[in-house]
């Protein structure tokens, strides 16, 4: 059985709705399904709207169902999971003249959920067990005490499970006639007006609450009649009545936005935005059966409504939560619990120690040991849950009525079968995580090592490329050295004429090289130029071929005796520079003819 069902009720038509002839928008098909404006639905003034919308429930019922149809097919086998230790819920929502009120309370001839509920509670109350009474009412946002109308403006106070209200009056009842009266002189304070569509419209949110007692446990049983959802156009209201109007579709709001975090498993509900979500926290939050009746009519006068209470009810039919049995199902003493206390203590103390043992060790390199020790402690306290059920299931061994006892205790059991599941699961989520986790560092210490290698690279690069732009530097040094020398040498031997192109289109090289750096400094590297240079020097040096020491010698005698001006010397200027030895023997064979000339005269 969910622990959340939703329950849609049809309410026929009533007076005022015959009477303007409106038109059936709901279709119902089967015990569970509805379908909202179907294809075949025309409205009043005879557009075809057909939305065809269907909607899927655990309970639907139609203009002929009754109020003992509903309490035995939806609410009596929840009556059961409450002797059973499990708290219920019952609330009633919808537009305002929806039918949730007739729903609750009934009529003289057919008694609602209300009435029909209390007297399987008495049916059922056994000897050693005690019911108490509490009723109060929202209204605009404030809780007042019905059983005591001195009791207004109640305040809230967070307990550790739930919320209480404080200076609530609590009432035992022994009777069905005593409950009886006090509800319907409770039901005199309610607030209630006449509205457009409601000749007694609830003006308040009603809660009525049992609290059953045993020696063992204390269920909750809460019967809510919601104030029906507005629209201040279609009931007309004015002044006050607008008001509480507004703070009735304020409070319904946080419901429908508690409803929808639920809904989408958000691990943060609103419940704190309004009196009545914080009063229901305990019944939405899974520590409750609860049943949703949805109230709704055919009528298409209410097209909008019908088709907002549908689609809030199967927002509800989302949640899925697990309800928990009353923590106080099993009974210790105060031995006992101090035993289980400190037992937990020590165990709790292990696995901390157990883990800072992994982390200062580093043991744990992976999930194995965690997920053993995590295991042990899980196995180990489901035991102790289990042992607690055996033993008080002997303390009921002799007793004749111990059945219902042991079907609470196997129930018992299967829940704290399922909670370790729970727990398991969940472990094995966090040791996929933790190894995912490592995963993650790995691959995080591979980019950086990566880097890191990279880097250095890169230095032994640069460092590289320095040593060889400092060598090609010292040959270029050299060879210019070398080049100067050379072209001292050649002027003597070729003159300046044919020697100075040479040296002016050398020395435009690396200016022009350095002009294109400047202009693009990543298109000639620095080793690109350094050979640029180097092979125009030896190509210069290859071009004048002059290298060995005796011609050099030569060239400077030469140039040492030589005379500035002497008759009868003639020296043909050589295109071709590789004939200059040629042309120094043909000067010095003149030389050496004019001097014989000069003897012989």
């Known amino acids: 059985m969910d622990t959340f069902q939703v329950a849609v009720r049809v309410r026929p038509q009533n007076q005022k709705e015959l009477l303007n002839q409106s038109k059936s928008i709901l279709q119902i098909q089967n015990g569970k399904q509805i379908v909202f404006d179907p294809a075949t639905t025309e409205s009043a003034s005879g557009h075809v709207r057909q939305k065809n919308l269907g909607f899927s429930y655990d309970y639907v019922y139609n203009e002929r169902s009754t109020n003992t149809q509903i309490f035995n097919e939806a609410v009596n086998p929840l009556l059961d999971k409450l002797f059973a230790g499990f708290n219920l819920t019952v609330f009633a929502y919808g537009a305002t003249s929806s039918g949730k009120t007739f729903t609750i309370q009934g009529s003289q001839s057919e008694p609602g959920i209300l009435f029909q509920s209390l007297e399987q509670l008495f049916k059922r109350l056994q000897p050693d067990q005690t019911l108490k009474m509490s009723f109060v009412e929202i209204y605009n946002e404030q809780i007042n005490d019905l059983l005591n109308t001195k ?268 909670q370790s599941k729970q727990l398991k699961d969940k472990l094995k989520q966090f040791t996929t995580e933790k190894a995912q986790l490592k995963i993650q560092i790995a691959h995080s210490k591979i980019q950086e090592n990566k880097l890191s290698q990279l880097s250095i690279l890169r230095g032994k690069i640069i460092e590289q490329m320095q040593n060889i732009n400092a060598h090609q530097k010292h040959v270029i040094t050299h060879q210019q050295e070398v080049f100067e020398q050379l072209s001292q040498i050649a002027a003597v031997a070729l003159g300046e004429s044919e020697v100075a192109p040479l040296i002016k289109q050398f020395k435009r090289v690396p200016k022009q090289t350095q002009a294109q750096q400047a202009k693009s400094a990543d298109d000639l590297m620095l080793s690109q130029l350094n050979t640029q240079q180097i092979n125009t020097t030896q190509n210069f040096t290859k071009n004048i071929n002059i290298y060995e020491p005796k011609r050099i010698q030569t060239l400077e005698k030469w140039n040492a005796s030589r005379v500035k001006i002497i008759p009868g010397l003639t020296r043909k200027i050589s295109i071709n520079k590789y004939e200059y030895e040629n042309q120094l023997d043909e000067l010095t064979s003149q030389l050496n003819n004019m001097s014989g000339s000069i003897r012989r005269k």
């Open 151 to 418: 009791n207004v403006n109640l305040q809230l106070r967070d307990d550790v499970n739930a919320v209480q209200i404080v200076n609530l009056t609590q009432i035992k009842i022994e009777s069905i006639q005593q409950t009886l009266l006090l509800i319907n002189k409770a039901f005199q304070f309610r607030q209630t007006q006449a509205t457009g569509e409601n000749a007694n419209s609830s003006r308040s949110h009603s809660i009525l609450q049992f609290d059953l007692q045993t020696a063992t446990n204390t269920v909750k049983f809460l019967i809510i009649d919601l104030a029906g959802s507005e629209r201040l156009k279609r009931t007309n209201c004015e002044g006050q009545r607008m008001l509480e109007g507004c703070s009735i579709n304020k409070s319904l709001l946080a419901l429908g936005n508690c409803l929808s975090a639920l809904c989408r498993n958000n691990s943060y509900v609103p419940f704190r935005n309004s009196k009545l979500t914080r009063i229901l926290k305990e019944t939405l939050s899974g520590q409750s059966k609860v049943l949703m009746m949805c109230n709704v009519t055919s009528s298409d006068l209410q097209y909008e409504d019908t088709l907002n209470s549908l689609t809030y009810a199967q927002r509800a039919t989302y949640i899925k939560c697990q309800s928990k049995i009353n923590i106080q199902s099993i009974q210790l003493n105060q031995t006992e619990l101090n035993q289980i206390i400190q037992q937990l203590k020590e165990e709790n103390q292990q696995l901390i120690q157990d883990l800072e043992k992994a982390k200062i060790t580093q043991h744990l390199e992976d999930t194995t040991e965690l997920d053993t020790i995590l295991k042990e402690l899980i196995e180990s306290t489901s035991l102790l849950y289990l042992n607690q059920c055996d033993r008080k299931y002997l303390e009921f061994e002799n007793n004749t009525e111990n059945v219902k006892k042991i079907g609470e205790l196997q129930e018992l059991e299967q829940l704290a079968l399922e």
